[in-house]
């Protein structure tokens, strides 16, 4: 008898570890199902346009807290090419060279917006003099090791001059305009910094 006994206790238990795992499966298919549904929804849903003036292929938004600063240090940058469309004689693999120069504003505090003349092959991709000086972007400056991250996130079109952005932490450099740029066409050029003096 008590062999009886023991065998559906053990029946039960079995019974019972098969049902808390059918229960498992389940809870598993309905998080699979609900997973996909939001995914497809996602995939449906229309994308937030850009920024305004921002073109439609830039990076993301740098997250940076420019400060005011008495560092008046020139950040000297070179890069290469590492992608170039448009046809403005700038190529993969074609150097650039330039500096990042902290400039006084009146309605900035100091140290808070630096200025470029970004040249790639020769090429200036961001910053004149004439017909009007522009170049400027709001920048956080860094001392160890040196390096400076900003960016002016709308293209010629929407404020006279490229979209550009520097990131030294990232070792990464991205100037993209539209067909009103001082290049006479669209351009998106990415460049590796490889060095910051």
Known sequence: MGAVVYFGYVQAQAESRRAVERARERQLQDKERREAEAARRAAQAP????????????????????????????????????????????????HCDFDVKVEKSTTRPAGYWCRAFVECNGVRLYGTDTPRRNGFFPCELFRHPMGVAGEDRETTHGTGDPFFQIDTRKDRMVVIDDATSMAGDAFHVEATIRSVR
């Open 47 to 94: 994308r937030p346009a850009p920024a305004p003036g921002a073109p439609q292929d830039a990076p993301p938004p740098l997250i940076i807290s420019p400060q005011p600063t008495a560092d008046r240090h020139t950040r000297h940058i070179i890069a290469r090419v590492s992608r170039a469309d448009g046809s403005i004689g700038v190529s993969a693999g074609d």
